[in-house]
């Protein structure tokens, strides 16, 4: 018998545990069920334990897996995306998580465009500064905000970060709180249209912190799923 709806339920009350530490509502914070490199089978299965939304990180990966999964579910693009594959998930995603650059949203835009339709994306920042990480500089974000929001076919809902990795929850907490920060920033400006409702930050090991720092979106993976094969 299969532990994943044991999972989801589990994960459901540590969220919700989290936002009675902070005094949050449960109902803010989003589980997105981090479904790269398994089955359809296995994201069918979430689904019947009433998770909806999915996200992924590999486009191919996307393309050949989205349509095995009957279930009416939500995908989220939560990985790494180059200009010449987004063509891919037109149409196909309610939700880019990983938007660092203005040549990447203009493609967004263009796609979405042809279909004559807007989708929800968020900018990702770099807010550990690593060179082996995407994400815009915290610095560039305000003038990469003012850019995007001028496209017709993107709508920024907010931010997304990986932070440094670390076994110990406390050690990324500055990192989910500089991202709260930055979101503040960004609203203080009042850019028309520049939206800072969600913040995409949270994984398996770390979810917890992050949602007494203001996560609205976990992605979480591991503690669903269990462990990954390296692909």
Same mark, same amino acid.
């Given at each position: 018998?299969?532990?994943?709806?044991?999972?989801? !339920?589990?994960?459901?009350?540590?969220?919700?545990?989290?936002?009675?530490?902070? $005094?949050?509502? #449960?109902?803010?914070?989003?589980? %997105?069920?981090?479904? &790269?490199? &398994?089955?359809?089978?296995?994201? /069918?299965?979430?689904?019947?334990?009433?998770?909806?939304? =999915?996200?992924?990180?590999?486009?191919?990966?996307?393309?050949? *897996?989205?349509?095995?999964?009957?279930?009416?579910?939500? +995908?989220? =693009?939560?990985?790494?995306?180059?200009?010449?594959?987004? &063509?891919?998930?037109?149409?196909?995603?309610?939700?880019?998580?990983?938007?660092?650059?203005?040549?990447?949203?203009? /493609?967004?835009?263009?796609? +979405?465009? *042809? %279909?004559? @339709?807007?989708?929800?994306?968020?900018?990702?920042?770099?807010?550990?500064?690593?060179?082996? &990480?995407?994400?815009? !500089?915290?610095?560039?974000? #305000?003038?990469?905000?003012? !850019?995007?929001? @001028?496209?017709?076919?993107?709508?920024?809902?907010?931010?997304?970060?990986?932070?440094?990795?670390?076994?110990?929850? !406390?050690?990324?907490?500055?990192?989910?709180?500089?991202?709260? /920060?930055?979101?503040?920033?960004?609203?203080?400006?009042?850019?028309?249209?520049?939206?800072?409702? /969600?913040?995409?930050?949270?994984?398996?090991? $770390?979810?917890?912190?992050?949602?007494?720092?203001?996560?609205?979106?976990?992605? %979480?993976?591991?503690?669903?799923?269990?462990?990954?094969?390296?692909?």
């Amino acid at each position: 018998m299969s532990e994943i709806p044991a999972h989801i !339920a589990r994960i459901r009350e540590q969220i919700a545990a989290a936002c009675r530490r902070t $005094d949050r509502d #449960p109902d803010e914070v989003r589980l %997105i069920a981090v479904s &790269k490199v &398994k089955p359809a089978e296995l994201i /069918e299965e979430a689904y019947r334990s009433g998770q909806q939304l =999915f996200g992924e990180s590999y486009v191919q990966e996307f393309r050949d *897996k989205a349509p095995r999964v009957q279930a009416p579910v939500t +995908w989220h =693009f939560i990985g790494g995306l180059q200009t010449n594959k987004v &063509k891919y998930l037109r149409g196909r995603v309610a939700m880019i998580h990983s938007v660092d650059r203005l040549p990447l949203a203009e /493609e967004i835009d263009r796609q +979405w465009g *042809k %279909i004559d @339709r807007a989708v929800d994306i968020l900018l990702q920042v770099n807010v550990g500064d690593e060179e082996s &990480k995407s994400g815009c !500089a915290p610095l560039e974000l #305000p003038e990469l905000a003012a !850019a995007v929001v @001028r496209l017709e076919h993107v709508r920024i809902r907010g931010l997304m970060c990986l932070p440094p990795y670390s076994d110990n929850p !406390a050690e990324v907490r500055p990192y989910f709180r500089q991202l709260r /920060e930055l979101a503040s920033r960004v609203e203080a400006l009042h850019i028309p249209g520049v939206d800072m409702r /969600e913040l995409s930050m949270g994984m398996s090991g $770390d979810f917890e912190v992050a949602i007494e720092e203001g996560a609205t979106l976990v992605r %979480i993976g591991t503690a669903i799923f269990g462990e990954r094969q390296r692909r």
